[in-house]
C-alpha cells in the first residue's frame, strides 16, 4: 500500500513557509504522496471563517519544489473552472513537476463558497458529467468539440502538447457518478467520513470498484488539536494495523488527514511507519 499525506486545509491558517516546509518533509521522510484540498471558504459552522490557499497556485509551486512524490488536488471541484482550463492547469502541472501529477476531480459540495464566489450550485452532477467530459478528452490527446447545457468548447486541443495522459482520479460516491467516471479514471478516493474511517465502511463502500482505491483516514497524534473534529479517529498508535488491515481490504492507497497537521506530527508518523 501506499501511503500518503494531505496538507493543511482549512484546520487553521497556514502560510507558505510552512506549507512547504511539511510537503519537503513528507517527501524527505518516505511518504509517496501528498495532497491539497480544493476549497475557498468556510463559514458558519460555529468556528471562525476560514480558507486555504488557491489550490491551482500551491500545486504548481509544489511541482517546482518536490522532486520524488506524486501529488494532486483532492480533489479538485469542475465547477470552480472552465474544462478546457482545468486541463491545460493539469498538463502544466504535469509538465513541471516530470510526470508526478495525479488530477483528483469532484462536484465540490461546500454551497458556502460557491455562493460567497458566484459559481452555480443547482444541477452540480451534471455539470459535473460535461466537464468531465472535456477535460479526459483533452487531457487523452484529442481535439475536443462539445456544446452542452453547461459548457461549450470548439476545437479545442492542448498545446504544448501533454508529454503524458495525466492520471485521473475521481472522488466521490454518487451511482450516476461513478457510471459516468470509472470507465475513464485510473482511481478512485473516498474521503474518512463516508465509510466511518473504518475497515468494514471501506470494505463495503468500495465494494464494486473496479480502478485503484484511495482511501483517506484521519489520524489523531499524541490525542490531537481537535483540527478536525470527528468521530472514530485512529491514535498513532494503532495505526500501523489499522492499515495493514485496510490493505487487506482492497485499499491500494492511504491519505493520512492528521491531527494536528504539522511538521512534528508529519515526523512523528513516520517514525511509526517507516
Given at each position: 500500500?501506499?501511503?500518503?499525506?494531505?496538507?493543511?486545509?482549512?484546520?487553521?491558517?497556514?502560510?507558505?513557509?510552512?506549507?512547504?516546509?511539511?510537503?519537503?518533509?513528507?517527501?524527505?521522510?518516505?511518504?509517496?504522496?501528498?495532497?491539497?484540498?480544493?476549497?475557498?471558504?468556510?463559514?458558519?459552522?460555529?468556528?471562525?471563517?476560514?480558507?486555504?490557499?488557491?489550490?491551482?497556485?500551491?500545486?504548481?509551486?509544489?511541482?517546482?519544489?518536490?522532486?520524488?512524490?506524486?501529488?494532486?488536488?483532492?480533489?479538485?471541484?469542475?465547477?470552480?473552472?472552465?474544462?478546457?482550463?482545468?486541463?491545460?492547469?493539469?498538463?502544466?502541472?504535469?509538465?513541471?513537476?516530470?510526470?508526478?501529477?495525479?488530477l483528483g476531480l469532484g462536484t465540490g459540495w461546500n454551497e458556502t463558497e460557491f455562493e460567497a464566489f458566484g459559481i452555480p450550485f443547482d444541477r452540480k452532477v451534471s455539470r459535473f458529467e460535461e466537464a468531465f467530459e472535456i477535460i479526459?478528452?483533452?487531457?487523452?490527446?484529442?481535439?475536443?468539440?462539445?456544446?452542452?447545457?453547461?459548457?461549450?468548447?470548439?476545437?479545442?486541443?492542448?498545446?504544448?502538447?501533454?508529454?503524458?495522459?495525466?492520471?485521473?482520479?475521481?472522488?466521490?460516491?454518487?451511482?450516476?457518478?461513478?457510471?459516468?467516471?470509472?470507465?475513464?479514471?485510473?482511481?478512485?478516493?473516498?474521503?474518512?467520513?463516508?465509510?466511518?474511517?473504518?475497515?468494514?465502511?471501506?470494505?463495503?463502500?468500495?465494494?464494486?470498484?473496479?480502478?485503484?482505491?484511495?482511501?483517506?483516514?484521519?489520524?489523531?497524534?499524541?490525542?490531537?488539536?481537535?483540527?478536525?473534529?470527528?468521530?472514530?479517529?485512529?491514535e498513532l498508535g494503532r495505526l500501523r494495523e489499522h492499515l495493514d488491515a485496510l490493505a487487506a481490504a482492497g485499499a491500494d492507497e492511504a491519505i493520512l488527514v492528521l491531527d494536528p497537521i504539522d511538521a512534528g506530527a508529519v515526523g512523528?508518523?513516520?517514525?511509526?511507519?517507516?
Open positions: 500500500m501506499e501511503i500518503g499525506v494531505q496538507l493543511p486545509e482549512v484546520e487553521r491558517e497556514v502560510r507558505w513557509p510552512e506549507l512547504l516546509e511539511i510537503a519537503r518533509l513528507v517527501e524527505a521522510r518516505g511518504f509517496d504522496s501528498l495532497w491539497l484540498g480544493d476549497h475557498m471558504l468556510y463559514r458558519g459552522d460555529g468556528r471562525p471563517e476560514r480558507g486555504p490557499w488557491d489550490a491551482w497556485t500551491t500545486l504548481a509551486a509544489l511541482a517546482a519544489a518536490t522532486e520524488r512524490v506524486t501529488f494532486g488536488p483532492l480533489v479538485a471541484a469542475t465547477a470552480f473552472h472552465e474544462p478546457g482550463l482545468i486541463a491545460r492547469m493539469a498538463a502544466a502541472i504535469d509538465e513541471i513537476s516530470g510526470a508526478r501529477f495525479v479526459r478528452r483533452l487531457l487523452a490527446g484529442e481535439r475536443v468539440t462539445f456544446e452542452g447545457a453547461f459548457s461549450t468548447v470548439r476545437d479545442a486541443v492542448l498545446l504544448p502538447p501533454p508529454a503524458r495522459r495525466v492520471p485521473l482520479m475521481i472522488g466521490g460516491h454518487g451511482p450516476r457518478l461513478l457510471a459516468a467516471t470509472l470507465p475513464h479514471v485510473d482511481a478512485w478516493n473516498t474521503w474518512y467520513s463516508p465509510y466511518g474511517n473504518t475497515v468494514e465502511g471501506f470494505a463495503e463502500l468500495s465494494a464494486g470498484i473496479g480502478v485503484r482505491k484511495s482511501a483517506c483516514v484521519l489520524v489523531t497524534v499524541d490525542g490531537g488539536r481537535g483540527e478536525r473534529p470527528a468521530d472514530n479517529p485512529v512523528r508518523v513516520a517514525d511509526v511507519l517507516f
